[in-house]
């Protein structure tokens, strides 16, 4: 590792340290109410699910309507193994028991669906998530359609945000390690990236299981923080407004997926007090922004601490 | 065999109401890569406006039909200036973000204008049932197969006819040389649109009057069973989606049928996967050879 690399690293750990204490300083001084820590930690839970989404769909160009079908099995996972073992450890083995869960399934769906592109694929992923969801809602185990409730909660706001941090160096260490390039070759061309020795189908199927464990962790946290899970959570809607997050904050940027899921969090709570005309505004706002700004917010923009610095060497020098 | 002879004219006049909304998505997709996730709102806005004109001035059904049709033209149009026009060269994912958009703002909008309970379609056409040979069909069953068939063959005469449809199919094979030799993009997406949402609005009153009961969310799920039905038919293919429409309604009525009901959507998305794995471009879908 370089020095400059080791510089911006520290940076980044710095950025979580302080944010972590910040907001734990404000929470202690009740700046920040159990309302807002309800935003925080919605807001971490997206963060998580859009940032795997966003590796599937911005880095390796697989166009996934499904991202709620993973994040069910994460959260089923926790929910029924934390009604007979209600400990902490109990909630660690149902988020592994979940990935693992959700690792499988991605398989089964990848293999075969990965091989069609764009909208085909799209709709093949919706279809298989929504496969998931009437498996649930009819199993026994799940308590059908009713869902399940009284979820011990462990999922609190620091375990949330350490999570988070952990999702967001695990998948942006593979967008920016060879197999990210790889993924990017391949949305980029898939011919030509095949003709150089990638090989399309692992590649895809890599970002297209990272991207599902990612979303079983976000469903485990989602079941233990609400408490109360129903299939009707996990619908096709659920991942339409994964796939909003990711495509407002400009697909391809992790940067944007953070500003986008924390904008969108931040909308819904103050328009929460508007009843039924929120959801209006909120449409309005979605076709304004994408009308106005039609690659999100920040296109394929990334912030990296390492780019400040290098800038900053070559004004020294000048 | 007569609870299978049943449950196939179920399954049909079902079937046919998908077959209308598959049209509109199958002719938008083909012609500007868009999937509209808005069409299925459009087909709810033409179910209200069937319930507001019958209670309203007590037409009949034929009037409440072709009135439907001309405002969802309208609705769809108006969809199609303000929200897809400005994103005509944006990444198409964009475009399809917007389109969810203005899904939510039609069923918000109208949860919010009118309320969001459910109400239920006046009845227009008295219903009677007509029993041969032990099958059992209704006469709103007939209607909505016999409307449903002559609008598909209109629209087919429109698409293979008339010059508006000639430029329609050059549109959609090559949208910059239809321009080169004088056709209006703009216009044709437009008229494209049209007849889409035209199609959507007579299936909403039909809906009405076969199921008896209208909300504000009701496009959601026949929306996307429709969309479904568009991409097993081939999407981009007229034929393909009438047939694909026609398959999903059967699919889903015989699932009921043999007591699985619960498990019918998954049942419908299982059939999907499998003629995508199979045929990736759906039954008439035109399969486009990889180039480098």
Known sequence: MTKKKLQANSLWLLVMIIGFVVINLLVYVGVIDSFIENMLVT????????????????????????????????????????????????????????????????????????????????????????????????????????????????????????????????????????????????????????????????????????????????????????????????????????????????????????????????????????????????????IVIMVFKPSGLLGRYEFSFARVLNRHKKEDAA | MHTAMQQIINGLSLGSIYALLALGYTMVYGIIKLINFAHGDVYMLGAFWGYFIINKYHVDFIVALLSAMIVTAFAGMLIEYLAYRPLRNSPRITALITAIGVSYFLENGMSYLFGANTRNFPQVVQQHNYTAFGISISNIQLLILVTAIILMVLLQLIIQKTKMGTAMRAVAVDQEAAALVGINPDHVISFTFGLGSALAGAAGVLIGLYYNSIDPLMGMTPGIKAFVAAVVGGIGSVPGAAIGGFLIGLLETGVQAIGLSAYKDAAVYVVLILILIVLPAGLLGKNVKEKV
Request: hydrophobic share 55%; aromatic share 8%.
């Open chain 1, 43 to 286: 807001i971490g839970i997206n963060i998580i699910l859009a940032t795997g989404l966003n590796l599937i769909i911005g880095f390796s160009g697989q166009f996934s309507l499904g991202h709620a079908g993973f994040m069910a099995i994460g959260a089923y996972a926790t929910g029924i193994i934390l009604q007979t073992v209600p400990t902490v450890g109990g909630f660690i083995g149902s988020i592994i028991v979940g990935i693992v869960i959700a690792i499988i399934a991605a398989i089964i769906v990848g293999v075969p669906t990965l091989r069609l592109s764009g909208d085909y694929l799209a709709i093949a992923t919706m279809g298989a998530a929504e496969i998931i969801r009437v498996v649930i809602n009819n199993m026994k185990i799940t308590n059908g359609a009713a869902g399940l409730f009284n979820i011990p909660q462990f999922a609190t706001w620091p375990v949330v945000y350490a999570l988070v941090c952990v999702t967001t160096i695990v998948i942006v260490n593979f967008a920016h390690s060879r197999a990210g390039r790889a993924i990017q070759a391949i949305r980029d061309d898939e011919i030509a990236a095949e003709a150089v020795g990638v090989n399309p189908t692992k590649w895809k199927l890599a970002a297209f299981v990272l991207g599902a464990a990612t979303a079983a962790i976000g469903g485990s946290l989602h079941a233990s923080y609400i408490q109360t899970i129903a299939p009707s959570d996990f619908g096709i809607m659920n991942s339409i407004a994964l796939l909003i997050i990711v495509v407002l904050g400009g697909v391809g940027s992790m940067t944007g997926t953070f500003l986008a899921a924390i904008v969108l969090g931040v909308l819904d709570t103050v328009l929460q007090s508007f009843g039924t005309l929120r959801m209006v505004i909120y449409a309005v706002a979605l």
